[in-house]
C-alpha cells in the first residue's frame, strides 16, 4: 500500500534556486513539489525555519569491508552517512579481497544489501592485468586506479599498463593521483621520515601534481572521462584550469579545513595521503571550488583505530573518518561566508550524481528518488568522539563547534536519520548507473 509524506514550509534547495515550497513524498520517489492542498497524506512534517536538500552523495569512502572490519564495516559506515545527511555512498576497492574481480564486487554488493542503512554503490579497482574485467563490469560507478599510494596488485604505475585502461575501457576512470618516484625518493631523503611532518615532506606538492599531469595527459589523448581524487595542491589547481571538459576533480574537507601547522596539533589524526599542505593550499582549493575549476566535495572517509593511529610516524596509517561531519563542516562554512548552501548542493549532490552518471539522484525534481536531508542551519552543536557512530570512534575535529546540521534524513523515502537517532534496520539501494 502506498505512503504519503508531505514536507511543508521548508525553504527547499531546487535547480533554480531555493524557494519556501512543500514537496510530497510517494513510498521511494518525489511525487510533487507544491503540490495541491488537498493532496492526501500519511504524514506531515513541519519544516518550518529549516531547508530541504537533496541527500548528499559521497563519492569516496573507504568502509573496510570485507577483510578490515575491524576499523569500520558497511553497517557502521553507513550509520555515519545517514546521521550527516549521506543518502549514496561510492566505496573504494581497497578491501581485502580487493575489489577487482567480478566475484569480489558481486560480494560487496550483496554485503551491503544486508547491512548499509544508505544507498550504495562500489568502483572496480584497476590492476596492471584486469584489463578484461574492467571491460565487462557493469554494476559499478567506474575503475579506480591508484597511481601511487598503495601496495600489492593495485598499485598500477607502469605505463603500459595505464595506456591500455585508459584506451581499452569506456567506463569512467577516477585516481588517486602521488607519483610512486617521487614519493620513494623523498621518503629514501628524509630516511623515511622520523617526525609527523616528514608526512608532507615525503607526499609533497610535487608528488601530487606530476601524478595529476600524467593521469590528465592519459585522459586528454584516449578522451577518457576522468575524475581527480582529492586535489591537494594549489599547482593542481592551477593546472586544471586548462584541463578537456570530460576531466573533474574534487577536493576532501581535510584538504580544505587542516594544513602542516596542524600536525603540532593533532598529529597522525591529519596524516592522509595526500598529505595535507598549506594554508596557500588551503586558500586556492576554497577558490578552485567557487571557481567550477573543483567540481565535487568528497569525504575520503578512511578510518582506522586509535591504536593505530597513536603508533609512532611512519608505522602510523594515514586517513580519517569524516561522513558523520562533512556536511556540518560546509554549512558552518556557509555561515562564515566562504561558500552559499546552493554552491554546496553543486558539490555535494548535482555534481557526483553527473559525473557518475547515478540515475534519479542528486536534484529535488518530480520522480526522483526520495532521497533527502533537513537541515537547520541556526542549530549549534559540538564534535565529540563519544557522539561518533562510526565503528573507530573518534574525529579530528573533535571539540569544535559548527553552526549548521542535518537534522533528518530520508533515503528512498524512508525516514533513517531523525532525533539524533538512526533507525538500523533500513535499507538502502543499489544505486542505478546510466550507461550512455
Same mark, same amino acid.
Given at each position: 500500500?502506498?505512503?504519503?509524506?508531505?514536507?511543508?514550509?521548508?525553504?527547499?534547495?531546487l535547480?533554480?534556486?531555493?524557494?519556501?515550497?512543500?514537496?510530497?513524498?510517494?513510498?521511494?520517489? %518525489?511525487l510533487?513539489i507544491d /503540490?495541491?492542498?488537498?493532496?492526501?497524506v500519511d504524514?506531515?512534517?513541519?519544516?518550518?525555519?529549516l531547508h530541504?536538500?537533496?541527500?548528499?552523495?559521497?563519492? &569516496?569512502?573507504?568502509?573496510r569491508?570485507?577483510?578490515?572490519?575491524?576499523? =569500520?564495516?558497511?553497517?557502521?559506515g553507513?550509520?555515519g !552517512?545517514a546521521?550527516?545527511?549521506?543518502t549514496?555512498f561510492l566505496?573504494?576497492?581497497?578491501?581485502?579481497?580487493t575489489? *577487482?574481480?567480478?566475484?569480489?564486487?558481486?560480494n560487496?554488493?550483496?554485503?551491503?544489501?544486508q547491512r548499509?542503512?544508505?544507498?550504495?554503490?562500489?568502483y572496480?579497482g584497476?590492476?596492471?592485468?584486469?584489463?578484461d574485467?574492467l571491460?565487462?563490469?557493469t554494476?559499478?560507478?567506474?575503475?579506480?586506479?591508484?597511481?601511487?599510494?598503495? *601496495?600489492?596488485?593495485?598499485?598500477?604505475?607502469?605505463?603500459? +599498463?595505464?595506456? #591500455?585502461?585508459f584506451?581499452?575501457?569506456t567506463?569512467?576512470i577516477?585516481?588517486?593521483?602521488?607519483?610512486e618516484a617521487?614519493?620513494?625518493? @623523498?621518503? =629514501?631523503?628524509?630516511?623515511g621520515g622520523?617526525?609527523?611532518?616528514d608526512?608532507?615532506?615525503i607526499?609533497?606538492?610535487?608528488a601530487?601534481?606530476?601524478?595529476?599531469?600524467?593521469?590528465?595527459?592519459?585522459?586528454? #589523448?584516449?578522451k577518457?572521462?576522468f575524475?581527480?581524487?582529492h586535489?591537494?595542491?594549489a &599547482?593542481?589547481?592551477?593546472?586544471l584550469k586548462?584541463?578537456?571538459?570530460w576531466? *573533474?576533480?574534487? +577536493?576532501? /574537507?581535510?584538504?580544505?579545513f587542516? @594544513?602542516?601547522?596542524?600536525?603540532?596539533?593533532?598529529?597522525?589524526?591529519v &596524516?592522509?595521503?595526500?598529505? %595535507?599542505k598549506?594554508?596557500?593550499?588551503?586558500?586556492?582549493?576554497?577558490e578552485?571550488?567557487r571557481?567550477?575549476?573543483?567540481?565535487?566535495?568528497a569525504?575520503?572517509?578512511?578510518?582506522?583505530?586509535l591504536?593505530e593511529?597513536? &603508533? /609512532?610516524?611512519?608505522?602510523? /596509517?594515514?586517513g580519517?573518518?569524516?561522513?558523520?561531519n562533512?556536511?556540518?563542516?560546509?554549512?558552518?562554512?556557509?555561515?562564515?561566508?566562504?561558500?552559499?548552501?546552493?554552491?554546496?548542493?553543486?558539490?555535494?549532490?548535482l555534481?557526483?550524481?553527473?559525473?557518475?552518471?547515478?540515475a534519479?539522484k542528486?536534484?529535488?525534481? =518530480?520522480?526522483?528518488d526520495?532521497?533527502?536531508?533537513?537541515v537547520?542551519?541556526?542549530?549549534?552543536?559540538?564534535?565529540r568522539?563519544?557522539?561518533?557512530l *562510526?565503528?573507530?570512534?573518534w574525529?579530528p575535529?573533535?571539540?569544535v563547534?559548527?553552526?549548521?546540521?542535518?537534522?533528518?534524513?530520508?533515503?528512498?523515502?524512508?525516514?533513517?536519520f531523525?532525533?539524533?537517532?538512526?533507525?538500523?534496520?533500513i535499507?538502502?539501494?543499489?544505486?542505478e548507473? !546510466?550507461?550512455?
Amino acid at each position: 500500500m502506498s505512503r504519503r509524506t508531505l514536507i511543508r514550509n521548508a525553504d527547499v534547495v531546487l535547480p533554480s534556486g531555493t524557494t519556501r515550497v512543500s514537496l510530497l513524498i510517494e513510498d521511494d520517489k %518525489i511525487l510533487g513539489i507544491d /503540490p495541491p492542498a488537498t493532496a492526501a497524506v500519511d504524514e506531515t512534517v513541519d519544516a518550518s525555519g529549516l531547508h530541504l536538500l537533496p541527500g548528499i552523495i559521497d563519492d &569516496q569512502v573507504h568502509f573496510r569491508d570485507p577483510g578490515l572490519e575491524h576499523k =569500520e564495516d558497511l553497517h557502521t559506515g553507513s550509520l555515519g !552517512c545517514a546521521k550527516g545527511g549521506i543518502t549514496t555512498f561510492l566505496e573504494m576497492p581497497n578491501t581485502n579481497p580487493t575489489t *577487482t574481480t567480478f566475484e569480489a564486487l558481486e560480494n560487496k554488493l550483496e554485503r551491503a544489501s544486508q547491512r548499509s542503512v544508505v544507498n550504495y554503490g562500489f568502483y572496480v579497482g584497476a590492476t596492471g592485468d584486469n584489463v578484461d574485467v574492467l571491460q565487462q563490469v557493469t554494476r559499478t560507478p567506474g575503475i579506480k586506479i591508484f597511481i601511487g599510494s598503495s *601496495t600489492g596488485p593495485l598499485l598500477v604505475d607502469e605505463q603500459e +599498463a595505464l595506456e #591500455r585502461i585508459f584506451a581499452e575501457t569506456t567506463l569512467p576512470i577516477c585516481a588517486h593521483c602521488e607519483d610512486e618516484a617521487t614519493v620513494r625518493a @623523498n621518503s =629514501e631523503r628524509l630516511n623515511g621520515g622520523t617526525s609527523i611532518h616528514d608526512h608532507s615532506k615525503i607526499r609533497d606538492h610535487a608528488a601530487a601534481l606530476i601524478a595529476t599531469k600524467r593521469a590528465v595527459d592519459l585522459s586528454t #589523448r584516449h578522451k577518457h572521462p576522468f575524475h581527480v581524487l582529492h586535489v591537494s595542491t594549489a &599547482q593542481e589547481v592551477e593546472f586544471l584550469k586548462d584541463r578537456p571538459s570530460w576531466v *573533474t576533480a574534487e +577536493a576532501c /574537507p581535510h584538504h580544505l579545513f587542516f @594544513n602542516i601547522d596542524d600536525y603540532d596539533r593533532l598529529g597522525s589524526k591529519v &596524516q592522509m595521503n595526500p598529505s %595535507i599542505k598549506t594554508a596557500e593550499d588551503n586558500k586556492k582549493l576554497w577558490e578552485g571550488l567557487r571557481e567550477g575549476i573543483i567540481e565535487v566535495i568528497a569525504t575520503d572517509h578512511a578510518p582506522h583505530t586509535l591504536e593505530e593511529k597513536d &603508533q /609512532p610516524y611512519p608505522k602510523s /596509517p594515514s586517513g580519517l573518518p569524516a561522513v558523520e561531519n562533512s556536511l556540518a563542516l560546509m554549512l558552518d562554512a556557509a555561515q562564515s561566508g566562504e561558500c552559499t548552501l546552493e554552491q554546496i548542493v553543486g558539490w555535494m549532490c548535482l555534481a557526483p550524481a553527473r559525473i557518475w552518471n547515478i540515475a534519479n539522484k542528486g536534484t529535488i525534481q =518530480e520522480g526522483f528518488d526520495a532521497d533527502l536531508v533537513l537541515v537547520d542551519l541556526k542549530k549549534k552543536a559540538v564534535i565529540r568522539d563519544e557522539d561518533q557512530l *562510526t565503528k573507530s570512534g573518534w574525529s579530528p575535529w573533535h571539540g569544535v563547534e559548527l553552526t549548521g546540521w542535518p537534522v533528518r534524513t530520508w533515503v528512498m523515502g524512508q525516514t533513517v536519520f531523525q532525533n539524533g537517532k538512526v533507525d538500523r534496520d533500513i535499507r538502502g539501494k543499489e544505486a542505478e548507473f !546510466c550507461r550512455k
